[in-house]
Every structure is written in C-alpha cells, then in structure tokens.
C-alpha cells in the first residue's frame, strides 16, 4: 500500500524509499516542517509497506523513532543493520536513497520495564520527558506513573516545552538545577519526582551594582523573545517570576574581575548573563574595569638559562631577561588574554613556573604559553641539563661513507651531533630532551647524475626495523611510536642486515663464568647455556677474560681460538674480531705450574714472557729488556725485569 508524505505535493520526478516495518504501532516516521516549527508525521497511518516518495531539492531528512513502549531494534540494508545501537534513526532523502528498501524490527518493552517511578505536575503541557534511550513520555497533570527498564533506560532527560525554565523540579527531595535547560534524573524504582513548571504570580526585585564610573557596562537587558525590558537595572527592575531575561554587557570597553549573584560567585561569565526570576529577589555584583595596561613581576633565577617571548610562540618578541624581579606592562583586550611563551636555553631547562595571583595563591604551570593577568607573580626556578642518559649508536662500515652526519635535536636545540665513527659510539641525553628527532644526512654526488637514486638507510632500533627514511622521532612515552629509553641500541645498516651463528666451546676446564662476551659493547646474554649466540654482520664482539687469582706455584693463561686461527688479546687481555659468517669460537683458559721464586732475568731460558693477567707479552727472554718494569712469567719463573 502506498503511503504519502502528510500534507505534501510530490512533483512527477519524485524519488522512492522503502520502509518495511515488523509492527507499525511500534514507531512514528517524522520531519522537522520549519513553515510549522516542529515535528510532522511522513506517514500517516503506517503500514507494513511504506514507500515514501520525496523531491531531493526538498532537502528532506526524516526520522525513525520508537513509540512509548517500544524500542528500535535493528534499521537493516541489504541485511546490515545501520541503527548501530541508537534509539532513533536519521535518513537524510538525496539521491542516493532512491529504490533503497530499509527493513525495520522493534522491541515491546512491556516485558522489561519493570520499574517505576512516581511523576507529579503541575502543567503537562509545559513538560517533556524522555527515558535513557530517549523514548518520549507523554505526561498529564496530576499523577503519572511510568515505567522503566532500570538498566537501560535512565537517567530521565526533562526540559521544557517553549525552551524558558521550569519553577522548580525535585527528585525524593532534592532540589535539581538544569544544565543547559535540561534536568538529568537518574531514577531508580519507587523514584519520586515533583514537577512544578508553573512560576507563583508574584513579582521580585532584579538589580546590579557596578563599580562608580563604570554605568555603562550594562548594555541591554532583554527579555527570552531578546526585546528590551523597560527600567534601568542599576537602579532595579520589578520582574514577574518566570522571566528569563539577559544581562548584555559592554566588554569592549571593560573586562570582568568577578560577578555574583546572591553572594554566590559565578564562573564562566563573559560577555553576558541569563537566567530565570524563581522566588526570590536577584542581587548581581559585578567588579569590573576599564581597560588598561597592567604590571606582571617575573622572578627568575638565572636569565641566562631561559627565553621568554611575547605571545603564543617564540617568533614573538624577546624579553629582556635580568636575574630577580622583572616587571612588564601588558596591555588588556575585551578579545584575548595576553599571553608569554618560554623556553630554556641550549643545555638547559625550566624546573618550574609557579604562578602567584592577587590572592597569593600558587598556581604550577606545566605548559606554554601561559596567560598572564593583573595581580599576577611568577617565580621561575632553572637549571644545567645533566645528560645523564646513553644510547648505544652503531654504524655499519659500508654504510659510514654514505653518510655526511647524524643529528639529534629536539624543536629548541641540538642534543647530540658527533662526529660520529664506523661502529659503536654513545650518545647521550637528559629525560628533558625528549622528545627528539634523529636526522641521518645523506651524502650526495657531485655533480648528481641523471636518473640518481639516493641511499636509505635501514635503521634497526634493539633489533627491530623502523619504518621511515633519514628521519625518525623518539619519545619516552611507552605509547609512543617509538619508545626510547637509555641503555637501547640504534644500529645504521647500508642495506638489509644479515645475522650470523657464533657457536661457543671450552676446551677441557675452562671454565664458562671467567669470561663475558659482548657485541658492539653490549652484553650478550646466555650465550654460555646456549653455547652459541647471533650476531649481525660486521659486528664487533668481544671476549673478556676474568683471570682468577693465583695460586702458590701456579699462573693461569688463556687464549681465543676463531676459527681454527688465535686471536691476539689486547693489553687487558679482550680478544675482538668482527663477524663476517658463522663462526666457532674456542676459548681456553689453563692453570700452568712453576712459579715459586722470582729470579732475575739474567741467565733465563729462550721461553715465551707472559704478564701476570696471562697474557703473552714476548716470544722469548731476548726481548725482556724491550719490556717495561715489572714482573713476569717466564720458563714457569716470575721474573723481575728493572
């Protein structure tokens, strides 16, 4: 059955939406009629089958929406259900809605509304209610009982009808202030609640007092249809109860300190005053006055340490800065706060800015800029950076030369720009620097050929991949895109890295726990209970020797063996050798007998020279008068060389 638009003409090009509906008691289909100023019905009676034909030049947008007891359940298309939990639905008719079938299912609530709550009023026609999910009450005067699902359909939203105020709404007793016209019940079963819309007839006095001088800040005083209300307010104006009318001020020429009505300060007061006469007399207190220009005292311990500027960034102009107090002038405007931005200096920063107001009372700000206001102090306390954090920063050989320079800074300063060389290097940095941007410079031909393709680096951060180019942005913010805390390693490759197998073996009693093994000077960890480890290519990995104690008539040695070849230790006794493959490394650690004298070097037999860490230091006694003085193993002997 075809079903019209109330009260409409539809020209011959008109399009077609279909509604299938489960139970058409269930719903209203509306649109807002602005030649009428409120809601029509579309379809009147609704059937099963309802194919509304629209003109899209109308601009129509209509809604779905539940009668009382019901509930939108699902508003399908093509078997996608499009209410997606809402109560109502909104469908506005263009072009694309035309031959579209929407099939509509409801709920009958009478199963699960349950609880109650009592509702008396005064003037029904005055009110409107609407439960949680926004299902429409209709009230009368008197008594109403209304019924509700407790877990889903509260709080109760109630207004009035014409957008002025209600005289008076209680819930169990409790009187209810409306936020923005509207009163929020959260009922419960056996919830009580009183409506009086109707005002007493009788009429209360409405004043404003104004600083002497400052008459004018009153602009107009209007009533809610914003007609002038006859009288002049600073003397008083006798007002029916129930008039909602504004107080326009003159904020072009005077700026607010405080206003109260009552004795009652209130907040949020800018450019105007609205409210409603209820039972009593209104008594507004406005402190106000002319702009002007007003002094601000910064106190600042050390001026080197810090920028500060006029207005929301640092491209305002700079302020002279001396050690102690500062005073500045700033200049009021009806259309913004004057504002400071600060900043420290390189290798510095700003440990806190605590605000002082009129009232000496401590404000900490932890933001930039910051509003400054008449009364105002503000002490600023600094310091050095202390750069006491470290990354590790690898660089791959064969990427070094493709690189011009790496920097790290943050938006206010440098933090760490090397020079940096082939392999590991530490940067460090402060908690404060974060968060900063590392920027890799790639180094270019010149001249540039035709059909150039520059390098990119690949950069690993604790051997995972970071996505981007030569720039990458860390933060110390666990959430953060890239989190970066000290001790981590950033690794440079020239192209797509490749790891490789160390395999681990001791010869017999060797002892594992006397030596540590570290890539790019970072431990490696359970290397020794796996017997192996992995390591990227070029990597350098170092083997440290903990020589145990001598003991009478004994020394220790120890040697690393890669690979079938010795690795010659350094003077601390660490063998290094960078990864090139899979590799086998045999470390040995032995306990030799024969030291029990110290003999001089005269008369010594052609053996090896060791130092007393065990390292070998001479092939034979012939070179012992190269050596610097000391002790050391010789032919099982210690000997003291002068």
């Known amino acids: 059955m075809l079903a019209l ?17 489960d139970n058409p008691e269930a719903i209203r289909i509306t649109r807002y009629d602005y030649n009428v100023g409120s809601e029509v019905d579309v379809v009147s009676p609704i059937e099963a089958v309802n194919q509304i034909e629209y003109n899209i030049t109308d601009y129509w947008s209509i809604t779905i929406k539940p009668q009382d007891g019901f509930k939108l359940d699902k508003v399908l298309l093509d078997g996608n259900d499009k209410l997606y939990g809402n ?10 809605q035309a031959d579209v079938v929407y099939n ?15 509702l008396t009023v005064d003037d029904a026609s005055k009110v409107q209610l609407t439960r949680g999910d926004y299902s429409e009450v209709t009230l009368s005067n008197g008594t109403n009982i ?58 209360h006095l409405v004043k404003m007092t104004v600083p002497e001088g400052c008459e004018d800040f009153v602009s107009s005083v209007v009533d809610a249809n914003y007609q002038n209300i006859e009288g002049d307010i600073l003397a008083g104006i006798s007002m029916k109860a129930g008039t909602k009318f504004t107080v326009n001020f003159n904020t072009a020429s005077y700026a607010i300190d405080k206003f109260s009505v009552n004795g009652k300060q209130m907040t949020d007061i800018y450019s105007s005053y609205t409210t409603t006469v209820t039972s009593e007399d209104l008594l507004m207190q ?23 500027f006029e207005g929301y960034n640092s491209y305002g102009t700079a302020y002279n800065l001396v050690a102690g107090d500062n005073t500045f002038s700033f200049q009021e405007s009806q259309y913004s706060t004057p504002q400071v931005y600060m900043q420290p200096t390189a290798g510095n920063i700003i440990q806190s800015v605590t605000r002082y107001n009129g009232d000496n009372e401590p404000e900490v700000i932890e933001y930039f800029p910051m509003n400054v206001y008449k009364g105002d102090r503000i002490e600023i306390v600094t310091a050095e950076k202390v750069r006491d954090q470290a990354i590790l920063l690898w660089i791959d050989p064969q990427a070094y030369d493709n690189i011009s320079a790496i920097r790290f800074q943050n938006y206010n300063e440098a933090i760490a720009n090397g020079p940096y060389e082939a392999g590991t290097n530490e940067v460090k940095f402060a908690s404060a620097d974060m968060p900063f941007n590392m920027y890799i410079d790639v180094r270019h031909p010149d001249p540039i050929p035709d059909n150039y393709q520059p390098w990119q680096p690949v950069v690993f951060l604790n051997d995972l991949s970071l996505s981007g180019t030569t720039s990458f942005y860390f933060t110390n913010d666990p959430a953060g895109e890239i989190y ?24 017999d009693g060797t002892p594992a726990e006397n030596f ?25 990995i170092s083997v440290k020797w903990n020589k145990p104690a001598d003991e009478e008539g004994f020394y220790f040695v120890h040697s690393c063996n890669l690979d079938g070849t010795d690795l010659t230790p350094d003077e601390n006794g660490v063998c290094t050798f960078a990864v090139s493959g899979d590799h086998t490394l045999l470390l040995t650690q ?43 193993v010789c032919g099982g002997k210690k000997i003291a060389v002068k």
């Open 5 to 21: 638009a109330a009260a409409a003409v539809t020209p011959a090009a008109a399009e077609t939406v279909t509604l299938i509906v």
């Open 87 to 96: 109560s109502m639905f909104y469908l506005y008719l263009d072009a694309s």
């Open 104 to 118: 509509v299912t409801t709920k009958n609530l009478a199963e699960s509304r349950n609880s109650t709550a009592t």
């Open 146 to 203: 209304v019924k509700f699902d407790a877990a889903t359909e509260t709080p109760f939203m109630l207004r009035s009808t014409n957008g002025g105020d209600l005289f008076s709404v209680t819930h169990n007793g409790n009187s209810l202030t409306p936020q923005y016209g509207w009163y929020k019940l959260y009922v419960e079963d056996g919830s009580e609640i009183d409506i009086k819309a109707d005002f007493p007839d009788e009429t």
């Open 286 to 308: 406005a402190e106000v006055h002319p702009y002007g220009s007003f002094d601000v005292v910064f106190n600042v311990d050390d001026p080197t340490r810090l920028q500060m």
């Open 484 to 507: 970066l805390a000290s001790g981590d390693m950033l690794r440079i490759f020239k192209d797509t890295p490749v790891m490789h197998i160390v395999n681990v073996t001791f010869a």
């Open 516 to 540: 540590e093994i570290s890539a790019d000077t970072q431990a490696v960890e359970d290397w020794a209970e796996a017997g192996l480890f992995t390591a990227y290519e070029r990597s350098t």
């Open 590 to 632: 032995t306990k030799n007998s024969g030291i029990d004298n110290v003999v001089s070097a005269e008369g010594t037999a052609d053996n090896a020279i060791y130092n007393l860490q065990g390292i070998k230091v001479a092939d034979s006694a012939a070179e012992l008068d190269r050596l610097p003085a000391g002790i050391y």
